[in-house]
């Protein structure tokens, strides 16, 4: 945030289009990250706004010690794009992890919840058999 105030304040020429291509990635972010049936959730979605802008921020801070001497601008030429590329490499890794993480809790709770529903079924059974025997006598 500290980088892309400094560039609107300086009025440094990309600046604009800097701030939407970062509002872009996030779109993007958000939208990899709700493909995944396990990542639906409100819980998971605060989860990943949460690590989106973490990541956001270690990138901010790595921009402005690299573009920012005495916060004036310093132009780094091609070379600097590559530091921009920081992002969306961080927020592709995050969207992998987070539902890599998602998916096997997804699975557990899967699991868990057709066990108690076999449980439930084998209770219900129980309850019927008994019932019968109780209605024969």
């Given at each position: ?107 557990f709770d899967k699991k868990k919840r057709e066990k108690e529903e076999a449980k439930q079924k084998k209770k219900e059974k129980r309850r019927k058999k008994f019932e019968a025997e109780d209605a024969e006598k």
């Amino acid at each position: 945030m500290l980088t892309w105030l400094t560039m609107l304040f300086q009025k440094i020429e990309g600046s604009n289009i800097l701030i939407a291509i970062i509002g872009a990635m996030w779109v993007l972010y958000l939208g990899f990250f709700f493909v995944v049936k396990a990542n639906r959730g409100k819980q998971k979605l605060k989860t990943a706004l949460i690590a989106g802008a973490i990541a956001t921020l270690i990138c901010d801070i790595v921009w402005f010690f690299k573009f920012f001497d005495n916060f004036q601008y310093v132009n780094p030429g091609l070379g600097g794009v590559m530091w921009f590329c920081l992002l969306p490499v961080l927020l592709f890794f995050l969207v992998m992890i987070l539902s890599y993480i998602n998916a096997s809790r997804y699975e557990f709770d899967k699991k868990k919840r057709e066990k108690e529903e076999a449980k439930q079924k084998k209770k219900e059974k129980r309850r019927k058999k008994f019932e019968a025997e109780d209605a024969e006598k």
